[in-house]
């Protein structure tokens, strides 16, 4: 390769068309033309910039904040692997980041340009920039193998006019820098034609303008120049090397001087196309012809290749409609002379659907939050196909009914939106299919598959699984047991999931519900804090409520329903027949009774419930079975048969009342029935009993007695002490008041009346018997007065049971005797 930047030549005329020409500085028409239309913007520069190059500034040139473009993570997106640019994001510009060669880019496509996407996230923005490249008289003209010399063999008898096709050179710039003319060193037998083709191009013809004479001069020796019209200017040269032969006077010509043809872009190597023919008047071996390509312009000499006996041209490379689509080959016919003839030939190449669709996720935002609202952009895809006309038309489509849809943006770009509202918990996770198709026949398909995952917020509550919950817990249970679990699920996920389960603060029976049950924040287990009774609270009532761990938290309520199971841990208490120290009770029954008369009833009650409070009665012993029974049912006492004489006037009767508890409990009380029809009879009958507890009762009365005297005097001392107390404190606080000391009161132990009883803790009851004979006066001491009464029965004595106090008079007879 040969680049001239002047030529000195003997010829006065040669200097005074082409003077030397020297570089002149710089160049100087780099000028940035912008222009920014619907979101897209456009820069002129030219090639060879270097590197760090500023192009211009995009932040401005599109209203952006530098701000903006450093949040959204401002990005290029280019289709290739070389990326020409760069985005300096923290000052808006955008700058040469590789060598720009618009020769490489674009080859002679005029003008010549690439365009890059910049894409801005957080919200998604698309802006396409496009920049054109413009060309510098950086490449001479050249010529092919011009380190050879072209080398023609010319009949001397060769007529003037004839034309000897010349190489042609090539120069890749385009514009005023390409190949503008071909100058031929100064001779005296040939001059120039030159011809342009119907892409501008230039070929030329050497034209034989005087007879040559092989005698005076067999060889000549020549130049041919190509120069472009850049500046500086450049140019190739190719020497030419003439043989002058003897006469073949006639030159091949074709029966066409331009031919075309159409070729199938998927044409296999070897495949015909045409078939070209030329003729020469010439007889003998002037006349035999052989074919040959001559190459115009482009890469044909790789693509096509013609039988040099035949003129069949046929497929010898790859085409590819997306290269190029037209070749345009010369095709020369020599003789055995030396002469040729030439002609040109046009070939069309036909597309064919040979390119899929290409996809490319630009960008694409997963998880997606489900309140995202419809319309919202979640991906960015670049589709394009290479094929032209219908088969390079797409169209785009989801599979699947999904809620989303494509939409056009750019050209060649489509966004992905939501086409509804989200629920992460009906569908978690979509996985999207996109196919692009193109028009062609066959149609091409291709597809991208998107998984998107859609994110949680807190819109469930947490929902119990009933509405109410009812539970059972049997009395006397032991503080901390379990009693049931309260469960509650949470549609949402993660955190928002997470359930706390919490009492409301509610009132039972006056006291918080905390003091009777406890909850597990985490299982929802409800466990008891005390041990409960059923003859004092039947059921708890209570509120649950569960709360998730989102922001805000949501929750909700349940109620819930406690109750208490009964046990049998009540004995039966006997309300009439009533004992009373050492007076005597009886029922009295008249000798003349009936069978069946009812004599008396037992009355017992049971505090417990259900069948643990069904009573049963059934005598135990008695000094004539035969004389009485007792209602199983009902506690009544009636003759079995008639009273007789022989009957004794002391009957006594012990009745067991017995409850239906598993195990059961019971309780004896002793009936004295008196069979006699006077009072008088009974009351001799009875004295005897009377005063067999006398000397019980004596010495029972002289306890009393001394218990009494010793109360009375415990309570004067603490009265006394009380009052000592309170005069001291009064001279205390004197003393104190005067003095500002702090005042400690201070109280005697076990002094303060905490529970309301008082220092004596029971009331004691007296009752006084007197008679007319006062050495058997007598008084007895009855049970303390207390908030409960116990009674034990035989089978459980170990065992005291506590009942409410049942209140209520009964009517019995007593005899006092004198």
Known sequence: MRTHGCFSFSCAKWRMLHGCRWQIGSLMFLLHLVTTVGGQIRYSIPEEMKKGSVIGNVAQDLGLDVKRLRSGRARI????????????????????????????????????????????????????????????????????????????????????????????????????????????????????????????????????????????????????????GGT?????????????????????????????????????????????????????????????????????????????KTGIIYVSGQLDYEKDRK?????????????????????????????????????????????????????????????????????????????????????????????????????????????????????LSTSTKLNLRISDINDNAPLFDKNIYSAYVSENNSPGISIFAVTARDADWNQNARISYLLEDTQISGSPVSTYVSLNSETGVISSVRSFDYEQIKELVFIVRAQDGGSPPLSSNVSVRVLIQDQNDNAPQVLYPVHTGGSVLAEMVPRSADVGYLVTKVVAVDVDSGQNAWLSYKVQKATDRALFEVGLHNGEIRTVRQVTDKDGVKQRLSVLVEDNGQPSRSATVIVNVAVADSFPEVLSEFTDFSMHDKEYNDKLTFYLVLALAVVSFLFITCLLLIISVKVYRWRQSRVLYHSNLPVIPYYPPRYSDTLGTGTLQHVYNYEVCRTSDSRKSDMKNMQAM????????????DTPHVTKQMAGNFSQMSTLVS
């Not at 801005?120 to 050249?142: F, M, S, T």
């Open 232 to 308: 500086p200017q450049r140019s190739g040269t190719v020497n030419i090397e003439i043989n002058v032969l003897d006469a073949n006077d006639n030159e091949p010509i074709f029966n066409q001087s331009e031919y075309k043809a159409a070729v199938m872009e998927n044409a296999v190597k070897g495949t015909s196309i045409i078939t070209v023919n030329a003729t020469d008047a010439d007889s003998g071996s002037n006349g035999l012809i052989t074919y040959s390509l001559s190459k115009i312009k482009g890469s044909a000499a790789d693509i096509f290749n013609i039988d040099h």
């Open 327 to 443: 070749y345009e080959v010369r095709v020369e016919a020599k003789d055995q002379g030396g002469l040729t003839g030439t002609s040109k030939i046009i070939f069309d190449v036909i597309d064919v659907n040979d390119n899929a669709p290409v996809i490319n996720v630009k960008s694409f935002s997963s998880p997606l939050s489900e309140d995202s609202p419809p319309g919202t952009t979640i991906a960015v895809l670049n589709i394009k196909d290479a094929d032209s006309d219908r088969n390079g038309k797409i169209t785009c489509s989801i599979d699947g009914k999904l809620p989303f849809k494509l939409e056009n943006s750019l050209t060649n770009y489509y966004n992905l939106i939501s086409d509804q509202y989200f629920d992460r918990e009906s569908v978690s996770e979509y996985n999207i299919t996109i196919t692009a198709t193109d028009l062609g026949t066959p149609p």
């Open 786 to 797: 207390s908030q409960s009464l116990v009674s034990v029965d035989g089978a459980d004595a």
């Open 77 to 228: 997106l280019t289709e290739d692997n070389i990326q020409y640019t760069e985005l300096k994001t923290d000052k808006g510009l955008l700058v040469v980041n590789d060598r720009i060669d618009r020769e490489q880019l674009c080859g002679d496509v005029t003008p010549c340009s690439f365009s890059f996407e910049v894409i801005l996230e957080n919200p998604i923005e698309l802006h396409r920039i496009i920049v054109e490249v413009l060309d510098i008289n950086d490449h001479a003209p050249i010529f092919a193998n011009n380190d050879k010399a072209l080398i023609f063999e010319i009949s001397e008898s060769a007529a003037v006019g004839v034309r000897f096709p010349l190489q042609s050179a090539e120069d890749e710039d385009v514009g005023q820098n390409a190949l503008q003319n071909y100058i031929l060193s100064p001779n005296d037998n040939f001059i120039l034609n030159q011809h342009a083709n119907p892409d501008g191009s230039k070929y030329v013809e050497m034209v034989l303008q005087k007879p040559l004479d092989r005698e005076q001069r067999p060889r000549l020796s020549l130049k041919l120049i190509a120069v472009d």
